[in-house]
């Protein structure tokens, strides 16, 4: 076994475990010490469950050695997005508000998790309601990117995203609305995965803006290390209404390293319109290495998909239906920005509420027939990559002009992803490379509905080829800041 | 048709009639650049022909 569990993967980690060349306790208590270690200046927690974890350790361990392992996740230690219930835990979802919320419940996803054996370590920091794509948070402190000091790990998830690149813990899950696991995910150099919407339930979240285009997803530094958690969290629940009933693939069996006969488009429009010419290099660099693993790229054209993402704009009216008792009781606790945001949605008509229900049928259609075309499509996942905590704007190249422009990093973020979470299509995110100055770029893939095992596969023939997994961030010790 | 401003007295009566949500005049005003920058989007869907009878929800992508 190395000197310290962490550096490894989640998949090599287990394999200890399960030959019992490492300790599921001491493990756990590298985790807490890790955490000791870096929180202070990383703060990509809310709440930790040492002394519980612990015991739940000390329990796998003895599970364990009388013969009963349960599998890869059996003792291993993850990150929960505190919007995701984990019962008899606070669940604030990163609001004021909510810093009472006891769940009694387990949320279907974490029910899922505890039955495989693997054990919670806390509940990561997020954007208030998961409703922006930064890691800052007004109430529990800002979450700090481990790639850059002082810059942005990207959000909602941005504290489990964080967790993962710190190597605090080897799994994450976060939540999905609009890019929420992805975001982080490619400005803090892991590999995010947003599943088919019904792929996993998500009863027992809190919802985000966006209600019916939520996920959970798996955070992981490997496409195997995701996979091994989808195929633990995916399945139908009959208590969530979104649910889908089909079968669930054992995804790590679908991983490859040749992509001979793979047909992979690649956007002529939108995707690549308006970006920081270092993420555009990066991407298109990730995409030759599709080619040169025997893929065959052509460009594809998806018509009207930058009018058609105007529906995201009216969907988030159904927020409404959560946030609208809270906004009557404590307005005052909601961030100005955030509760100015919610009451402008009072006035989306319904007429463009139920538009928008329409132009998302457009939208799966205009993409499903490009997939007649290709199996998958590759795009940069992020326009631009971490930037500092306190920057509101960045600088991208608009495609069309050559000129560069100055815009929200806000509308920016999430431009890529939730085309995504409109359709409901599968979308992962791995590493693509990294800026001059050492910032890692997020390179995407998106495949047909359920075909989430040709995305991994190909995710994972590039990710074993380029290995940029393997980079260490640099600010994961106090030393390393303070140097 | 050109449509008149919004302000900061709509917004706050609209709210206070319409969802029982009362804000000051102040907090009216700064919302007016959230509500016209998502009409601005809005706009974008006029371009599509919704009219027809296919909801979303029979659109099975699988």
């Not at chain 1, 930037?387 to 991208?396: E, G, I, K, N």
């Not at chain 1, 050559?402 to 806000?410: D, F, H, Y």
């Not at chain 1, 890692?440 to 380029?466: D, N």
């Amino acid at each position: 076994m190395t000197t310290d569990p962490l550096d490894l993967t989640a998949l090599e980690l287990a394999g200890l475990i399960e030959r019992r060349a490492a300790s599921p306790f001491e493990v756990m208590r590298a985790v807490q010490r890790r955490l000791d270690e870096t929180e202070p200046f990383l703060n990509a927690f809310i709440s930790r469950r040492d002394d519980e974890a612990l015991e739940e350790a000390r329990a796998a361990e003895a599970e364990i050695t009388a013969g009963r392992y349960r599998g890869p996740l059996h003792g291993m230690p993850v990150a929960i997005k505190d919007n995701i219930a984990v019962a008899g835990t606070i669940t604030t979802a990163g609001a004021k508000f909510l810093n009472e919320n006891l769940t009694p419940e387990d949320a279907e996803a974490i029910l899922r998790l505890k039955t495989a054996g693997a054990i919670v370590v806390g509940k990561t920091n997020m954007f208030e309601l998961a409703v922006g794509n930064r890691s800052i948070n007004p109430h529990y402190g800002d979450a700090h990117n481990p790639w850059g000091a002082n810059h942005d790990a990207g959000g909602s998830s941005g504290g489990s995203a964080i967790a993962v690149a710190a190597r605090q813990v080897p799994l994450a899950l976060g939540t999905d609305a609009a890019g929420s696991v992805r975001m982080p995910a490619s400005v803090s150099g892991i590999v995010g995965l947003k599943q088919t919407q019904g792929r996993v339930s998500v009863r027992g979240i809190v919802a985000s803006q966006n209600v019916t285009v939520d996920h959970i997803g798996p955070m992981a530094r490997t496409v195997a290390d995701a996979a091994l958690l989808l195929e633990t969290i995916a399945g139908h629940d009959p208590s969530c209404p979104t649910s889908a009933d089909c079968p669930v693939p054992t995804y790590r069996a679908a991983l490859r390293e040749d992509l001979s006969g793979l047909r992979v488009g690649v956007p002529a429009n939108y995707f690549f319109d308006l970006l920081d010419p270092e993420v555009e290099s990066g991407v298109r660099a990730a995409i030759r290495v599709l080619e040169e693993l025997g893929a065959a790229t052509q460009l594809v054209h998806i018509p009207d998909l930058e009018d058609l993402m105007a529906a995201r704009t009216a969907l988030s009216a159904e927020g409404l239906a959560l946030h609208d008792p809270w906004l009557r009781a404590h307005p005052e606790l909601y961030g100005n920005e955030l509760r100015r945001r919610l009451l402008a949605n009072y006035f989306i008509p319904s007429r463009d509420l139920a538009r928008a229900n329409r132009v998302r049928r457009i939208l799966k259609e205009r993409f499903a027939a490009v997939f007649e075309k290709v199996d998958l499509i590759a795009a940069p996942t992020t326009p631009i990559v971490s930037f500092p905590l306190d920057a509101t704007t960045a600088a991208v190249r608009v495609s069309k002009t050559g000129e560069i422009v100055e815009r929200p990093t806000s509308v920016l973020m999430m431009r890529l992803t939730s085309p995504g979470n409109v359709s409901g299509l599968p979308a992962i995110t791995v590493p693509g490379g990294f800026t001059p100055a050492g910032l890692p770029i997020g390179f995407q893939l998106f495949a047909r509905p359920f075909e989430e095992e040709l995305m991994l596969g190909a995710a994972h023939a590039y990710e074993q080829a380029t290995r940029w997994y393997t980079r260490v961030p640099p600010h994961v010790t106090p030393a390393a800041v303070t140097a | 048709m050109e449509r008149e401003p919004l302000t900061p007295y709509f917004v706050q009566e609209y709210l206070k009639r319409m969802v029982d949500i009362d804000i000051s005049l102040e907090e009216a005003a700064a919302i007016i650049p959230n509500i016209e920058g998502n009409r601005a989007i809005l706009a974008s869907l006029d371009k599509f022909d919704v009219q027809e009878g296919r909801p979303a929800s029979l659109y099975n992508p699988a």
